[in-house]
């Protein structure tokens, strides 16, 4: 991300319900207002469209119903359909924003910037929100801390890598790192269908449907 004050930028504004488990235990169901505030770093229209869209399926569909956990949490998710999302603390408004502000600048970079991310419960009581807009995340652990070891499948925890991914996994001596678990690409094909890579299956075909989603231009 650049360094400069940017003074000229694009709201992107959506909302989306997710279940959260928080201390004791304690299972809440909430549905957040998120606000994104992001410039456009390429000229490029395409590029900076797939970025966007990137962002908006992650927002709008991937975190849509989804499992908001933390590492402490002692409820097991093992059998749970749902998408899960393990956050490194109990996922406050604080911990949300962080966490996808550092993700969605990992999804759009370099085309589009997040500059900050607001989110805020519909149910609490009086109705307050966060905002997050610090390029970095002292905060958040690095990735030793994070996994508890020093080898590890990726370099970065799932908050810093471009993908769908919102967990990581237990590794020991016997895991093979060489084989990192699969996950939903996606985010690759939305970037291609954009780009014009992926729009027609043969001559005289339809659109690419991906998973019911399909992606609509904007122009800021």
Known sequence: MTEDYINSYTTYEAQFS?????TDPIILSDTFDVRIDFAWNSSD??????AFLKIKYFVEDYLHQAIFTHKAATIDMMNVKNKIVVFPFVPTSDIIAMCLHSKLNAIADPHVEVIAVNIGSQITSPKMSYTYSD???PALPNL???VGTEKYYYDKPWWKRPTVETRDYEVDEKTDLTSPPKFDNI???IDQLTMGELHIKEEGGEVVDINGWKPKIVKD
């Open 144 to 146: 030793k801390d994070w």
């Open 187 to 189: 985010l690759d094909k």
């Open 45 to 50: 229209l395409a590029k900076g469209n797939a």
């Open 135 to 137: 390029p970095t995340y």
């Open 18 to 22: 997710a279940t959260i488990i928080q």
